[in-house]
């Protein structure tokens, strides 16, 4: 999401504390993740940037598309103008219930349209031969092994990933399963697979001889730390690198390929909602865009005219 605008209008609005004392019930109440405090926080400065002088209670709806279409025309993507009006919204209907707002007037306002891209994936041999490399005794490739095999076996999100600790019972390799809270403060519990069990073995046994006595996390930086995002970012890079894998290649892919190849084997698609998590199963569906091939072989199967005779 674009940053915070420049200039005297973004500095002093006079209602910036109703913003800030908005996302302190976001923080508290709802206990939304930083980073979507963070996006909450730039789409209001936005508001009171294009706002000017305005009260917040004296806009109205024309006034709000004209900023949708301000900020479509700076290049915003219809994605992220719709994250952007949503915190808008929000805002609003706190201010009518808690200050005596009459109206709400993002309320009804739309962004225009983008094209919903699909999320990339591996293919399975892509996957396989990012994950065959043999970490040998270094302690840092031990654990490079050990979080994206569970990233790909579970379909952890990043930050899942770094916010798992190593021995408070979330992460049970004997039932070989593990429990992570994802958006919305949602608690899930996913398999985990016996090549990813492993990798995780072997980390355990190597942590000690990176992580601080007294650190808590399951995965850590260079200083033996929990590991930043950024680091876990670019060990995957480097993996993909050194395995030849040639495919852009981020965390999030390794989330991806868990869906794809999922569903491509079970055609279950509640399943692997649960699976990741997903509050509406039209989020997973995207998924079912990448796996035509998959279903042209049951169509090619099981249609009476499709069969060769």
Do not use: C
Not at 86 to 110: C, E, K
Not at 145 to 172: H, I, K, N, P
Not at 203 to 216: D, H, I, K, S, T
Request: positive net charge; hydrophobic residues 40%; charged residues 25%.
């Amino acid at each position: 999401m674009a940053g915070r605008v420049a200039g005297p209008a973004a500095a002093t609005h006079p209602e910036e504390g109703l913003a800030q004392e908005y996302l302190g019930v976001l923080r508290h109440q709802r206990r939304l993740s930083p980073a979507t405090l963070a996006s909450y926080d730039q789409a209001l400065a936005l508001l009171f940037a294009l706002a000017g002088g305005a009260r917040l209670d004296a806009l109205d709806s024309t006034q709000v598309r004209r900023f949708v279409a301000v900020l479509h025309a700076r290049g915003l993507s219809g994605r992220t103008l719709a994250r952007i009006l949503s915190a808008w919204r929000g805002l609003y209907r706190w201010l009518v219930r808690h200050r005596r707002f009459r109206s709400n007037p993002a309320q009804g306002v739309r962004p225009p349209r983008s094209p919903r891209p699909l999320p990339k994936a591996l293919s399975v041999e892509q996957a396989q031969r990012l994950l065959d490399a043999d970490p040998g005794a270094v302690p840092a490739r031990v654990q490079d092994q050990a979080m994206f095999e569970l990233m790909y076996s579970s379909g952890l999100r990043l930050a899942e990933l770094v916010s798992l600790d190593a021995f408070d019972g979330r992460l049970d390799l004997r039932e070989a399963q593990v429990t992570v809270t994802g958006k919305g403060g949602r608690t899930r519990t996913v398999p985990v697979g016996a090549k990813a069990r492993e990798a995780l073995r072997r980390w355990l046994e190597a942590r000690v001889q990176l992580a601080r006595p007294e650190e808590r996390a399951l995965f850590v930086g260079a200083r033996g730390r929990r590991v930043a995002p950024g680091i876990v970012n670019r060990r995957l890079k480097a993996l993909a690198k050194r395995q030849d894998v040639q495919a852009p290649i981020h965390p999030h892919v390794l989330r991806h390929s868990f869906a794809t190849h999922l569903l491509q084997s079970s055609q279950d698609l509640r399943a692997v909602q649960e699976m990741l998590g997903h509050s509406s199963i039209s989020t997973t569906q995207v998924y079912t865009h990448l796996d035509f091939q998959a279903l042209a072989k049951v169509y090619d199967a099981a249609h009476p005219r499709a069969r060769k005779k």
